[in-house]
């Protein structure tokens, strides 16, 4: 019988090739990221194309959604998206909470459609 044979060996090794894999990656980053300017032009830069890339997988999944998400009624996902908007804006910018209460009202908002 092989160590790979009861299962938990395959998961073991798994786990072993995901972090050689990760972590030589994770480390550089921390040891280049070191010396980057927070306030700097570049920062700025990333920080702007990441946070417009967010918000357009954000548009696709509730204009154009795939799965479990697409038998909710169009209306009922942008309202619970704006409501979840402004739930961030008046929560004092809280991104956990805001993602909650939408997520809560998408929900609600399913199982009152039927």
Known sequence: MSALDDGFGGYLVLALIAALAHEPWRWAGLLVGRR??????????????STALVAALVARLVLFPAG??????????????ACGLGFFLLA???VWAAVAF????????????G
């Open 36 to 49: 980057i300017d927070a306030e700097g032009e570049v920062f700025q830069w990333v920080r702007a194309v």
């Open 68 to 81: 479990a998400l697409d038998t909710v009624p169009i209306g009922i996902r942008v309202g619970a998206f």
């Open 92 to 94: 004092g910018r809280r």
């Open 102 to 113: 939408g997520a809560t009202l998408l929900a609600a908002g399913k199982l009152l459609s």
